[in-house]
């Protein structure tokens, strides 16, 4: 198991970490932050500017799924002589925490992977456009977050269709991934419906974090590093407080093994 606070200087950068993440939190929560996002209409996204995202080009439509050749249909992990990982988060909970694990990302120039729940995007569609104007990736994780591998096949497309619809009326696109609901793999019949809404691959993993039995932050970074490699892809979550106290741990010792946190899209490519 790996130690990611062996020493003093270390001790200090997680406190000092910690800090900024706390930060991070109190501005999302803030009159002029976040919370006051969620006055707006429906369906209008954040400025660049009031979100921390850098300013986009343009509004052109997000990637659509793609196939990638070599690849399973259900991808656990990317090339292993790549010193890349992807951190994976399942889109749903207090858009708060959201928007501070997206900030705390970004300022240590790492870039992730979301997969957003239908009703989570229905309640906070603004965070659609910043999750993209972040350099992230977006993608469908069904539209209600119930056990999709136990439906039927109607009801099993319906709650990816559901989900695709939203994003693409939100961003022009039905997401570059889609990830199946309260399970790591999808059965046959998911992936068969998966494909007919457009998705060539499910998105699995090969490290679980854990964070959603919330362990506290160190048992959260312990197991995360305990167990990731290159090309490894990495399940976490938004709406865990223990999600963003262990961030900065997570990606200052990915950074010292020499491993880059990248979008799962440039993870394959």
């Not at 305990?226 to 709406?239: D, K, N, P, T």
Request: glycine share 10%; hydrophobic share 40%.
């Amino acid at each position: 198991m790996v130690q990611v606070t062996t020493t003093d200087r270390r001790s200090a950068l997680r406190a000092g970490a910690g800090l900024a993440v706390a930060g991070a939190l109190a501005a999302a929560c803030s009159p002029g932050g976040a919370a006051a996002h969620e006055a707006r209409a429906p369906g209008i996204p954040d400025s660049p500017a009031a979100s921390g995202a850098p300013h986009p080009p343009d509004r052109r439509p997000a990637p659509s799924p793609r196939h990638y050749p070599g690849q399973p249909v259900q991808i656990e992990h990317g090339p292993r002589t790549r010193p890349r990982v992807a951190l994976t988060f399942h889109g749903q909970g207090d858009p708060a925490i959201a928007r501070a694990l997206l900030g705390e990302a970004e300022r240590r120039g790492a870039r992730v992977t979301v997969l957003a729940v239908g009703t989570w995007l229905d309640e906070h569609p603004e965070l659609a456009r910043r999750i993209l104007d972040g350099g992230h990736d977006l993608g469908n994780h069904t539209l209600r977050h119930l056990g999709i591998n136990t439906m039927s096949e109607a009801d099993a497309y319906a709650e990816i269709r559901g989900c695709a619809d939203r994003l693409r009326r939100l961003t022009g696109s039905p997401g570059t991934w889609f990830r199946p609901s309260r399970t790591p793999h999808a059965s046959p019949l998911v992936e068969r419906v998966a494909r007919r809404a457009g998705y060539p691959h499910v998105l699995s993993y090969d490290v679980d974090s854990l964070d959603f039995t919330s362990p506290g932050a160190t048992a959260v970074t312990r197991k995360v590093m305990g167990e990731v490699r290159a090309g490894s892809v990495v399940s976490l979550h938004f709406g865990y407080a223990d999600t963003v106290a262990a961030l900065p741990a997570v990606l200052e010792e990915l950074d010292r093994r020499g491993l880059r946190a990248v979008t799962t899209t440039e993870l394959l490519s």
